[in-house]
């Protein structure tokens, strides 16, 4: 067939970049046998369905291992690894659907101490300048505790100005918006990291949700690209020990794998820590999330892939893209074509985050030990002063359950850390009680407790003539920075009688 020579090339437009592209380009990717060892095998998310032996003449079931086994040559072909169902190969489920990439950057002057390029905020204005919203929800420093995020109510582009900047924590963004609501906004943008705005999805779409037959007020969702947040409690105490004064900081910004902190917008960060140095700071929720970039966001937002005061935005609804587009027509932002390398940069991250909850193990360790006499039974038992302020009120630092393993003749207790982060040098204390006196007293100091993380101990029992004998156990749990976190007598009895 001649190519007909009236017939042009189409142009080239942002959209060669859309969800088409990223298909082809992960379609002309080869993956091996290596990575689907390394991603799905080793990090134990393998169901050993099978498959992957199924469709390759060098891979067979091996039955011992209850793994496939490589019995020939590898070309790399990529078909075990595209069939598996357990491996991420489709674009939707790497970063959602969406209409158009852009790449963006704020043409307001007011608006060049924003984040990155400063678009959430441009399209803040843009939106109440053209009278298409009555409010926004926006998170802002909470002027009584250095960075801290407060949600608020907006109605002027002046406050989005103010509201500029990301700050790395949760932020109660839905229970504004439900003011907003009951304050009878009609036209609200809401601004908010994935897990906000996966919040705002679902009260307007599940089938249970408050706001799927609400007609009173249209919510437009801006979500802010998010790898992770941290909890404030434990890392603001963290920087300031490390003499950061969080009053004088301007900003924070987490750039290539590290948290820079700045005293002023556009100098030089005063400190900057590698993002594995602040890992156990993380807030737990964060570890189980698999939304870098807001995927059910009308408009997401973020930096990866963008370089320095631009933004990476993608358009996700038909009005998402109309608003981008508007506003960049009318000034408000310069919107340049998605392209290869922004893309690659987004892919690879959100795989990073998609992946990651595989990794998180939690650790079960059991720990028998004879008991040692490691220090004097104290002669009485009673509840010890509180000499250490509890920064958590009234929230449980730890959750303690038992268990007698009769056959063992042992006392299983299972501590499991319910905060969320590290809990450190925790000094764990078994020890029999009768009547007001002590024995066979018991000590050891656990390193590091993960969030939510469960540590078994054992616990030999009293035994005459190799039967239990049926006692109170006090256990009690402390930490150097806490004081005393936990502590509980359990009356034991056989099994069957209780
Ligand atoms: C916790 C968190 C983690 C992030 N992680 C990444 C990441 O890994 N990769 C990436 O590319 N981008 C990440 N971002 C997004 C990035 O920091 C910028 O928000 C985004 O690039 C938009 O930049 P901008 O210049 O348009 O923002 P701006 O114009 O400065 O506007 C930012 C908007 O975000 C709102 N906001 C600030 N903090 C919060 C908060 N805690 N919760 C809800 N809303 C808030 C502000 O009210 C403001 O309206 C993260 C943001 C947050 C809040
Ligand atoms: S030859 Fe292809 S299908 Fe077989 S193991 Fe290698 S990558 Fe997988
Ligand atoms: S296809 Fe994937 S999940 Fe199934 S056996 Fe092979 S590696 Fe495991
Ligand atoms: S990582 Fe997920 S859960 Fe954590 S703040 Fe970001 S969107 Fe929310």
Redesign the pocket.
Known sequence: MTENPTESKPESTQYDYSFDYIQKKLEGKKDSYGMLMKEIIRAGICTECGTCAAVCPVLEWDHLSGQPKLVGKCTGCGICYNQCPRTITDPIQLMGEFKTGYVSNTNIPEVLGGQDGGTVTSLLCYLFDEHLIDAAIVSMKDPDNPWHPVAQIITSKDDAIKASGSIY??SQTVEALMDAIREDYRSIAFVG????I?AVDKMTNSPAGMLKYFMRAHILKIGLF????FAPEALYPFFENDGIDLTKVAKMDINKGKFHIYYERDGEPVKSYTIAQLDKFK?S??N??T?LT?ENADISVGSVGSGAKKNTVFARTGIGTEIVEDAASKGYLTIEPYNAINLNAVLFLAKL?KVSQYNIQKRKVFIVREPREVEEPRVETKPEEETVAKPLGSRKFLSVSKDIDEGEKILKISLTNSVGYILEDIKIRVVIVEELFEKKPWITTIRELFPFESIDIGYPLETVDDEIVYSNVLVEASTEKYGKIFSRTFKLAPKEEK
């Open positions: 924590s949760h990291t994935p897990c906000n996966d998010c790898m992770d947040s807030s929720s964060c189980f999330c939304d807001a985050k």
